[in-house]
């Protein structure tokens, strides 16, 4: 069983830096794949980047290549999103979730956090 916390959401203008990170209780949580994803209003939640348990795999969604960074440090069982160039179109609610193999499909994921909000002024 794996407990997730989002936290480092709020508003920035756009152009600005947000860091998410995600804490999770559980002893396994070393193992673990992570995953953020996302989902603004009146839409359907998106793959941001996923990152394998020891750093070696990470994939990102095309809309935050080369501006998003996904990392972990598993002796403080935190995944952390570094969110750089942020644009309106970035503004949603994320999610941190975690599953025993690398996928980047929300829908095969088992532990969700609650949520964090982004909201990127222009």
């Known amino acids: 069983q794996v407990q997730l916390v989002e936290s480092g959401g709020g508003l920035v203008q756009a152009g600005g830096s947000l860091r998410l990170s995600c804490a999770a209780s559980?002893?396994?949580?070393?193992?673990?794949?992570v995953g953020w994803f996302r989902q603004a209003p009146g839409k359907e939640r998106e793959f941001v980047a996923a990152i394998n348990w020891s750093s070696t795999n990470t994939q990102y969604g095309d809309s935050v290549k080369g501006r998003f960074t996904i990392s972990r440090t598993n002796a403080k069982k935190t995944v952390y999103l570094q969110m750089n160039s942020l644009k309106p179109e970035d503004t949603a609610v994320y999610y941190c979730?975690?599953?025993?193999?690398?996928?980047?499909?929300?829908?095969?994921?088992?532990?969700w956090g609650q949520g964090t909000q982004v909201t990127v002024s222009s």
């Open positions: 559980g002893r396994t949580f070393s193992s673990y794949v």
């Open positions: 979730a975690a599953r025993a193999g690398f996928s980047i499909r929300n829908d095969e994921y088992d532990y």
